[in-house]
């Protein structure tokens, strides 16, 4: 009622003082040692003279409470990235299960008697490549996991254009699958 209309209106509630708040020498002190050493609050601590629970507040009012915050030199993140498509694609093979009509186990259970009127079910496989310089992806259906029909897949996907070229670099998590020999007899022909 003292202040009024205007003690009604949203206003931080901040105190007015705050005589134990820690110096702005001292927090300078502590950003600077964050910075030049890039420790946490635990080894800062120490080396400043403060508890590590003001290093804390002082380290999250100053926007520097990640350590990935205070060091990185430049705002920009650090990426590979390859300058025309078609010079590293990524590729990848998939393999679902397939599920029954009605439902899987959940709704089906596991007994034997569903198993056997179901039959095997066995999987799809699909063949997943994205392009590094465009990130264009192609995923294509294939009959089975092999080398050969990774290597003939991956030489049909998009990025290759009208004139059907083939992709320069390939990387992929399932060497063993995949053959050095197979993929490079396709992308020499």
Do not use: M
Not at 73 to 97: I, T
Not at 120 to 147: I, K, M
Not at 149 to 156: D, L
């Amino acid at each position: 009622r003292a202040e009024g209309w205007p003690g009604l209106e949203d206003r931080s509630s901040r105190p007015h003082r705050s005589p134990r708040l820690t110096p702005p020498d001292e927090v300078a002190a502590i950003l600077q040692a964050r910075v030049d050493r890039r420790w946490g609050p635990h080894r800062l601590g120490p080396l400043t003279g403060h508890p590590r629970s003001t290093v804390y507040a002082v380290l999250a009012r100053a926007g520097y409470s990640r350590l990935r915050d205070a060091d990185r030199l430049s705002g920009v993140p650090v990426r590979y990235v390859n300058d025309h498509p078609g010079s590293l694609v990524h590729q990848d093979h998939k393999k679902l299960g397939r599920i029954p009509d009605g439902g899987g186990h959940r709704l089906l259970g596991r007994s034997t008697e569903t198993r056997r009127a179901r039959g095997q079910l066995g999987y799809d496989h699909f063949e997943v490549v994205v392009d590094d310089a465009t990130r264009l992806a192609y995923v294509a259906h294939v009959p089975n996991e092999s080398a050969r029909t990774a290597s003939q897949r991956g030489r049909r996907w998009p990025g290759c254009g009208r004139r059907r070229s083939t992709f320069r670099n390939r990387c992929s998590t399932a060497e063993l699958c995949r053959r050095r020999t197979t993929i490079d007899a396709v992308r020499v022909s």
